[in-house]
């Protein structure tokens, strides 16, 4: 495919996510301003981050940092990394190097992994959201709901790390719009004990509306944006 052709489907898609995104801000009685876009760029090429910037998205969400990496050092329009995926700790040194905000904080360990890896190699912190499990289910990450207090206030006293609020993923066997009810509960409650932390990242491309209606400050969206591929080799 061309790059005028993909980049005038991207654009095309880009449209109506974000009528998508308004028509949800507007049923809210939200500001749209008020929510980021997040194109999760897993799985596509370097050449598709490109075509988002020059249409003006700037924030981009990698899960895994095999593939991240080399495509944060390919890229060279200003956008934000968003690490949105599980990550061991060994892989703490590789994401501070390009990403600006680490989504998928659910432990003290991986805390303290990110700011010691900070601390040598980078000279800005580095944002955090803490990943939130919203049914308690251990097998899928997140810390649950009763443990939220503690690791903030954890994750606050570490140097190099800014703690910004929260992110979930609305389990296959609870509605979306229950399990973001339930975020946005956990979020104002560290939003209380943790004024700045005040993001919440929720919603994808089939559930992006309820996650709107339920507070959601920054939405992750990759098939509705780029479209159905196969995955990088």
């Given at each position: 495919?061309?790059?005028?052709?993909?980049?005038d489907?991207?654009?095309?898609?880009?449209?109506?996510?974000?009528?998508?995104?308004?028509?949800a801000?507007a049923?809210?009685?939200?500001?749209?301003?008020?929510?980021?876009?997040?194109a999760?760029?897993k799985?596509?090429?370097?050449s598709?981050v490109?075509?988002?910037?020059?249409?003006?998205?700037?924030?981009?969400?990698?899960?895994?940092?095999?593939?991240?990496?080399?495509?944060?050092?390919?890229?060279?329009?200003?956008?934000?990394?968003?690490?949105?995926?599980?990550?061991?700790?060994?892989?703490?040194r590789?994401?501070?190097?390009y990403?600006d905000?680490?989504?998928s904080?659910?432990?003290?360990?991986?805390?303290?992994?990110?700011?010691?890896?900070?601390?040598?190699?980078?000279?800005?912190?580095?944002?955090?959201?803490?990943?939130?499990?919203?049914?308690?289910?251990?097998?899928?990450?997140?810390?649950?709901?009763?443990?939220?207090?503690?690791?903030?206030?954890?994750?606050?006293?570490?140097?190099?790390?800014?703690?910004?609020?929260?992110?979930?993923?609305?389990?296959?066997?609870?509605?979306?719009?229950?399990?973001?009810?339930?975020?946005?509960?956990?979020?104002?409650?560290?939003?209380?004990?943790?004024?700045g932390?005040?993001?919440?990242?929720?919603?994808?491309?089939?559930?992006?509306e309820?996650?709107?209606a339920?507070?959601?400050?920054?939405v992750?969206?990759?098939?509705?944006?780029?479209?159905m591929?196969?995955?990088?080799r």
């Amino acid at each position: 495919m061309g790059r005028t052709v993909r980049r005038d489907e991207i654009a095309g898609n880009l449209t109506a996510v974000r009528a998508r995104i308004d028509a949800a801000c507007a049923a809210a009685g939200r500001d749209g301003a008020g929510v980021t876009l997040i194109a999760v760029t897993k799985t596509y090429p370097a050449s598709d981050v490109d075509h988002l910037a020059a249409l003006g998205v700037t924030d981009m969400g990698e899960n895994r940092d095999q593939e991240a990496a080399p495509k944060a050092a390919a890229v060279t329009a200003p956008v934000r990394w968003h690490y949105i995926g599980q990550l061991q700790r060994n892989k703490a040194r590789s994401v501070v190097g390009y990403a600006d905000v680490v989504h998928s904080v659910d432990s003290l360990r991986l805390a303290e992994a990110l700011g010691t890896a900070v601390s040598k190699l980078r000279d800005r912190p580095l944002e955090v959201l803490m990943q939130i499990s919203i049914d308690g289910d251990p097998h899928r990450g997140g810390v649950p709901a009763d443990g939220v207090a503690a690791l903030a206030d954890s994750i606050a006293a570490l140097p190099g790390l800014v703690l910004r609020g929260v992110m979930a993923v609305a389990p296959q066997d609870l509605a979306p719009e229950d399990a973001f009810a339930r975020l946005a509960g956990v979020a104002a409650r560290l939003r209380a004990e943790h004024p700045g932390a005040d993001l919440i990242s929720a919603g994808m491309s089939g559930d992006l509306e309820a996650a709107i209606a339920h507070g959601a400050t920054h939405v992750r969206v990759g098939g509705a944006l780029l479209g159905m591929r196969a995955p990088l080799r």
